[in-house]
Every structure is written in structure tokens, then in C-alpha cells.
């Protein structure tokens, strides 16, 4: 169980109300779900998180698939539920190899077949695990992705670990009947 309900549609004051339609607009409709029904306690907030992840989301330098390997690797490092199950679907509809997810889930280094795949998974894990990127990544990193698309890399996989920090603490449980993706510990 959560450990912060989301607030009822009917309970929702105006401005919640406008923020929570905005944020449902574009992922689905009804009401705001994950961190953003959470965020909705903080309209303002709720509203420039959503703008800063949209804008991730559709105007970064950073291939989709890329996206979502990141995405993928923040959501298993904070076993992130909620974050996984969102973003596995993303990854299937992208027809992304399922065998590479199932890795990363279970904790195995998994095999990748570009270059800008293994500098995303390198970055990610290093950001993760040593709070930062050697020099050796750094330089690959760069020749292989750019300078602005590596920014904006590091800068999506800042917000989904805000995210995912924020779905951890709280609890934040999967939408409807959904069955947790098996995430062990």
C-alpha cells in the first residue's frame, strides 16, 4: 500500500484539478498517476516537473531507445516498480529487445549491439554506482553520442532518478491489476 494516497478527482481543489488534466492529457487521460499524482499536493510543482519531463521526453537529442535503456537501468537500481512496469511498456512498444530488459532485471550485464547502447548503459551504471563517470566513459561517451546529446542524457537520467526516488519512498504502487514485474532484491 502507498504510504501517500493520490488525492480523489472530486477532492482535488481548481488548480490540482488543471494541473492533474494536463498531466492526464498527454499519458492517458483520468487522473494524474506515479509521482505526479503525488506532486499534485504542489500544483506548481506537479506542473514544471511535468513540462521538464515532456520536454525530455520530446525534445532531447537523445534517441527514444536510449531514453529508455536509461530509464530502464535507473528503474532496476532503485527497484523502482512503478517506474519499471511505465517504462517496460514503452520499451516493448518501441519492439525493443526483451532479452536485454530481462538482463538489466536481473541484475546482468546485457548484450548490446550498438555503440550508443553500450555508452548509455556504461554512463547510467557509473552515474549510478560511483556517483559519477570515469574519464575513459566520459571520452567515449563524447566521441560516440556528442557533447549535447551526453547532456542530455545525464540530465534525463537526473530526472528519472528523482523520480524513481520519489516512487520508492512513498510506495508507489503499480496502476489497476497489474502484476509486479519480478524484481528481486
Known amino acids: 500500500m502507498a504510504r501517500i494516497e493520490p488525492i480523489p478527482l472530486d477532492l482535488m481543489t481548481e488548480e490540482q484539478r488543471r494541473a492533474n488534466d494536463e498531466i492526464a492529457s498527454t499519458r492517458g487521460g483520468g487522473a494524474a498517476k506515479g509521482p505526479f499524482a503525488l506532486w499534485l499536493r504542489t500544483p506548481e510543482l506537479a506542473d514544471k516537473a511535468n513540462a521538464f519531463g515532456s520536454y525530455l521526453r520530446r525534445n532531447s537529442n537523445v534517441p527514444q531507445n536510449l531514453v529508455e535503456l536509461a530509464v530502464l537501468i535507473v528503474a532496476r537500481h532503485y527497484t523502482a516498480q512503478y517506474e519499471w512496469h511505465a517504462h517496460m511498456n514503452s520499451w516493448r512498444k518501441l519492439g525493443l529487445d526483451e532479452g536485454v530488459a530481462n538482463a538489466i532485471r536481473d541484475r546482468k550485464i546485457p548484450k548490446l549491439k550498438t555503440d ?45 532518478v528523482m523520480v524513481a526516488l520519489v516512487l520508492v519512498t512513498f510506495e508507489v504502487e503499480i496502476p489497476g491489476d497489474h502484476e509486479k514485474y519480478p524484481l528481486p532484491e
Do not use: H, K
Not at 124 to 138: C, K, M, P, Q
Not at 146 to 153: A, F, K, R, V, Y
Open 116 to 160: 550508443e547502447d553500450i555508452i548509455v548503459f556504461q554512463v547510467t551504471t557509473e552515474l549510478l554506482e560511483n556517483r559519477n563517470v570515469s574519464d575513459g566513459t566520459y571520452e567515449s561517451a563524447r566521441e560516440i553520442l556528442g557533447e549535447q546529446t551526453l547532456l542530455d542524457l545525464v540530465t534525463i537520467i537526473g530526472f528519472y
